[in-house]
């Protein structure tokens, strides 16, 4: 079992920039890939980020591209997403996620991860 708790969210004004960290507990991160995905009110859970186990490999969702930046830290078991230039349609809960490396389906899909954390709110003001 991998537990996942996620930090760093909080209100900022558009423009600024956030830090979410991801903490695991129970086993290595080093055999996973690791995702955060949001979900705004009203909304259905949406794609933001995702990154191999090596860290060799990253995507990402279309409307975060060029402002978003995931990465991680095996040593310390941590996931990272630095999130700049934040705009208010960025509000959201967001989630940190793990998958098994060799697990079937798509990196971008929320169905394919096994282990999520209890989110941490983003608030962006206008």
């Known amino acids: 079992q991998v537990q996942l708790v996620e930090s760093g969210g909080g209100l900022v004004q558009a423009g600024g920039s956030l830090r979410l960290s991801c903490a695991a507990s129970g086993r290595t991160l080093s055999g996973y890939t690791l995702g955060w995905f949001r979900q705004a009110p009203g909304k259905e859970r949406e794609f933001v980020a995702m990154i191999s186990r090596a860290g060799s490999r990253m995507d990402y969702g279309d409307s975060v591209k060029g402002r978003f930046t995931i990465s991680r830290d095996n040593p310390k078991n941590t996931l990272y997403l630095q999130m700049n230039n934040l705009k208010p349609e960025d509000t959201a809960v967001y989630f940190c996620?793990?998958?098994?490396?060799?697990?079937?389906?798509?990196?971008?899909?929320?169905?394919?991860?096994?282990?999520w954390g209890q989110g941490t709110q983003v608030t962006v003001s206008s």
């Open positions: 996620a793990a998958k098994y490396y060799l697990a079937s389906g798509p990196d971008s899909g929320q169905t394919t991860y096994d282990y």
